[in-house]
């Protein structure tokens, strides 16, 4: 069967600092893999999404970037996160084709002073 | 702009009752619609979904969509107080890889 890991689970980090969640996905290969973000209370926002190793679509402008280095690694990353980078982060992914339903991580928390 | 109509809610609604969560989509070329349950704190899980006019039964769950009307909606029979979360649908239009989610409908079942 297929799993998806995400970690870490919680993170405290101050603004400015540097940021990467990493997703790892077993059991299937050649996943559509994607990030969300959930802010409190909000619906998700979809982030990123690959269809395959080194390709990458963004769908909001913003101080994030994303990268899969391997078929089933995809990480999300930031060089200076600000305040209102706050917020639930997900990774899903689904087989590799359309009209997939998406399977969630588990979610990273993450908290900027 | 492609989006999803959700009550936010919550919905109460007693143990043992029917609950009916209810999801209106703009666009037309929608052909796949998920269901998701949410628990406070915890990612979404896949509960349903449904690529064709009509119902879609899973234990007590029970999907009905209707292209035409351009909605759809998810039935929970005998609902148990561990079925109170927030429920989200989504639709993709036909060939996209990209889905869209309505906000969701927190569910309360009270005992």
């Known amino acids: 069967s297929q799993t998806i890991h995400q970690w870490p689970a919680t993170l405290v980090q101050p603004v400015g600092s540097p940021l990467s969640l990493e997703c790892t996905v077993e059991?299937?290969?050649?996943?559509?893999l994607y990030w969300y973000r959930q802010a409190a209370g909000r619906g998700l926002q979809l982030l990123f999404y690959?269809?395959?190793?080194?390709?990458i679509s963004s769908e909001v402008p913003q101080n994030l970037s994303a990268s899969r280095p391997q078929d089933r690694q995809f990480i999300l990353s930031s060089k200076k996160l600000l305040l209102s980078d706050s917020g639930f982060y997900l990774c899903?992914?689904?087989?590799?084709?359309?009209?997939?339903?998406?399977?969630f991580g588990d979610g990273t928390r993450l908290s900027i002073l | 702009q492609k989006e999803v109509e959700q009550n936010s809610g919550p919905l109460s609604v007693p143990e043992g009752a029917i609950a009916s969560l209810n999801c209106t989509y703009s666009?037309?070329?929608?052909?796949?619609f998920f269901w998701y349950r949410q628990y406070s704190g915890k990612s979404p899980e896949l509960i349903m979904f449904?690529?064709?006019?009509g119902d879609k039964e899973d234990g007590r769950f029970t999907a009905q969509l209707n292209k035409a009307s351009q909605y759809v909606s998810l039935l929970i029979r005998d609902s148990q107080p561990s079925d109170s979360a927030t429920y989200l649908c989504a639709f993709q239009s036909g060939g996209s890889y990209i889905p869209t989610f309505g906000r969701g409908t927190s569910l309360i079942v009270h005992p």
């Open positions: 899903a992914w689904t087989k590799g084709a359309r009209d997939q339903p998406q399977h």
């Open positions: 449904i690529y064709s006019n």
């Open positions: 690959s269809v395959g190793i080194g390709q």
């Open positions: 059991g299937t290969s050649n996943p559509n």
């Open positions: 666009d037309r070329g929608s052909q796949s």
